[in-house]
C-alpha cells in the first residue's frame, strides 16, 4: 500500500484545514487508518484513528472536540478535519495504514507510512 497525504497548509489560528489521505495500489479499506504528526525537535505522537469500517474512533487528548477523522471506502481515501487550529498544531502530519483493522494509537501496529503533509499555523 503506498499511501499519499495531502491538504497542508499555512494558516491562521482559528483556522481548519481538511488533510486528505489517499491510497494507491492497493486498497486499504479493510484497514485501521491513523494520522500521526511530527513537530520540529519533537518525537512523533498519535493525533488520530479510525478502523475499518469507521465505526470506532480514537483521538488525542490535545486534539479531541477540534478534529474528527473519516473515512470514504468507495474512494479510498480518509479525512482528517482539523478546526479551531492552535499554533501548537504546527507539524508535518503523517498518515498510515495498520496491519488489522482497529483504530490504535500505538504506531507500532502501522506498517505503512505515507511521505508527510506540513500544517503551521501561525499565532
Known amino acids: 500500500v503506498q499511501l499519499q497525504a495531502s491538504g497542508g497548509g499555512l494558516v491562521q489560528a482559528g483556522a481548519s484545514l481538511r488533510l486528505s489521505c489517499t491510497a494507491s495500489r492497493r486498497t486499504f479499506s479493510n484497514n485501521g487508518v491513523g494520522w500521526f504528526r511530527q513537530a520540529p525537535g519533537k518525537e512523533r505522537e498519535f493525533v488520530a484513528a479510525?478502523?475499518?469500517?469507521?465505526?470506532?474512533?480514537a483521538y488525542a487528548d490535545s486534539v479531541k472536540g477540534r478534529f474528527t477523522i473519516s473515512r470514504d471506502r468507495a474512494k479510498n481515501t480518509v479525512y482528517l478535519q482539523m478546526n479551531s487550529l492552535k499554533p501548537e498544531d504546527t507539524a508535518v502530519y503523517y498518515c498510515?495504514?495498520?496491519?488489522?483493522?482497529?483504530?490504535?494509537?500505538?504506531?507500532?501496529?502501522?506498517?505503512?507510512w505515507g511521505q508527510g503533509t506540513l500544517v503551521t499555523v501561525s499565532s
Open positions: 479510525i478502523s475499518w469500517n469507521g465505526d470506532f474512533t
Open positions: 498510515a495504514a495498520a496491519r488489522g483493522s482497529t483504530a490504535n494509537s500505538d504506531s507500532r501496529f502501522y506498517n505503512y
